[in-house]
């Protein structure tokens, strides 16, 4: 029968932990090739990700700019000066258009000239009398 | 999971579970740690071959008996005394206590080998009277008595030793 002096001692006895034995190798080899797969196919998944990752971003940066086209002419359309088109309103559409592009959009392809009054001249049709040297 | 993979993972987890327990087992009775390594792994090697472990109504205990025949075997085939070796370490002492393990391993090795054999697989081991009985083909009461001389002997030893070193100082 047991003491407790015994089982005191027992308990200091097991605070001493025997020292863990070295891996079975055959359980190492085995536990990394049924985990890892090869490298090709590590190198062949990369690959794909890469080429997928190339073509979203590729598609993403084609929406942006023809979302942006089409938003700027929208609003350049709605911003669009309602009087004849000189240099003062170029001018002057210029410094409040949201972006260069929008307005220069504008200038280009307003579909309804309004008619300009006597004594005053269109900038584009003074835009193309200039000569300008490329 | 196919047959053979659950195989591997259960001895993976019992190597895990068992594996320092059966490896200080092992070298408490072949007298030398390189070979008690061998005998370990060569026991998981088998079980991993042949799924005996899987058979095995009480895992622990089975893997003890084959690490034990596994030890033997390999003295009768090496024809050899085996002497123990008690300079390499057998334990991770709590906190920094080295000389505590040094003072168990050199109380160990004095112990009688069928003495220490039930200390190991009862303190380290945690297999019941019973189970010891079962593996050593003695009865549980003589697996009982000779963990109750061992201890007693163990822990005379231990405290003599501690005695003297608190003495030189």
Same mark, same amino acid.
């Given at each position: 029968?047991?003491?407790?002096?015994?089982?005191?001692f027992?308990a200091y006895l097991k605070r001493f932990h025997p020292i863990?034995?070295?891996?079975?190798?055959?359980?190492?080899?085995?536990?990394?090739?049924?985990?890892?797969?090869?490298?090709?196919?590590?190198?062949?998944?990369?690959?794909?990700?890469?080429?997928?990752?190339?073509?979203?971003?590729?598609?993403?940066?084609?929406?942006?700019?023809?979302?942006?086209?089409?938003?700027?002419?929208?609003?350049?359309?709605?911003?669009?000066?309602?009087?004849?088109?000189?240099?003062?309103?170029?001018?002057?559409?210029?410094?409040?258009?949201?972006?260069?592009?929008?307005?220069?959009?504008?200038?280009?392809?307003?579909?309804?000239?309004?008619?300009?009054?006597?004594?005053?001249?269109?900038?584009?049709?003074?835009?193309?009398?200039?000569?300008?040297?490329? | 999971?196919?047959?053979?993979?659950?195989?591997?993972?259960?001895?993976?987890?019992?190597?895990?579970?068992?594996?320092?327990?059966?490896?200080?087992?092992?070298?408490?009775?072949?007298?030398?740690?390189?070979?008690?390594?061998?005998?370990?792994?060569?026991?998981?090697?088998?079980?991993?071959?042949?799924?005996?472990?899987?058979?095995?109504?009480?895992?622990?205990? $089975?893997?003890?008996?084959?690490?034990?025949?596994?030890?033997?075997?390999?003295?009768?085939?090496?024809?050899?005394?085996?002497?123990?070796?008690?300079?390499?370490a057998w334990f991770s002492p709590p906190g920094p206590d080295y000389a505590g393990e040094q003072n168990l391993r050199r109380a160990l090795?004095?112990?009688?080998?069928?003495?220490?054999?039930?200390?190991?697989?009862?303190?380290?081991?945690?297999?019941?009277?019973?189970?010891?009985?079962?593996?050593?083909?003695?009865?549980?009461?003589?697996?009982?008595?000779? $963990?109750? $001389?061992?201890?007693?002997?163990l822990r005379?030893?231990m405290l003599?030793k501690e005695?003297?070193c608190a003495?030189?100082?």
């Amino acid at each position: 029968m047991q003491t407790p002096d015994d089982e005191q001692f027992e308990a200091y006895l097991k605070r001493f932990h025997p020292i863990a034995p070295e891996p079975i190798p055959i359980l190492s080899v085995g536990h990394s090739s049924r985990r890892s797969p090869p490298l090709g196919i590590w190198l062949a998944a990369v690959a794909t990700i890469l080429v997928l990752g190339a073509v979203i971003l590729h598609i993403r940066s084609s929406r942006i700019v023809v979302s942006n086209t089409a938003r700027d002419a929208a609003v350049a359309e709605r911003h669009a000066p309602s009087e004849p088109l000189t240099m003062r309103t170029a001018n002057a559409w210029l410094a409040t258009a949201p972006s260069f592009k929008a307005a220069v959009d504008d200038l280009a392809f307003r579909s309804q000239p309004s008619p300009l009054p006597q004594g005053k001249q269109s900038a584009v049709a003074m835009l193309s009398k200039e000569k300008i040297r490329l | 999971m196919g047959r053979t993979e659950r195989n591997i993972a259960e001895i993976e987890a019992l190597y895990r579970q068992h594996g320092a327990a059966l490896l200080l087992f092992a070298s408490a009775i072949s007298g030398d740690r390189g070979r008690a390594q061998d005998a370990v792994h060569q026991v998981f090697l088998k079980a991993i071959e042949n799924g005996s472990v899987s058979q095995a109504i009480n895992k622990k205990a $089975y893997l003890f008996a084959c690490v034990r025949n596994a030890v033997l075997n390999e003295a009768k085939l090496q024809d050899r005394n085996m002497s123990l070796d008690v300079n390499s370490a057998w334990f991770s002492p709590p906190g920094p206590d080295y000389a505590g393990e040094q003072n168990l391993r050199r109380a160990l090795g004095k112990l009688p080998d069928d003495q220490r054999e039930v200390m190991i697989l009862h303190v380290w081991g945690e297999l019941t009277f019973s189970e010891i009985a079962d593996l050593l083909g003695v009865s549980s009461n003589t697996a009982a008595s000779r $963990y109750r $001389y061992g201890l007693a002997k163990l822990r005379g030893s231990m405290l003599a030793k501690e005695n003297s070193c608190a003495d030189s100082r």
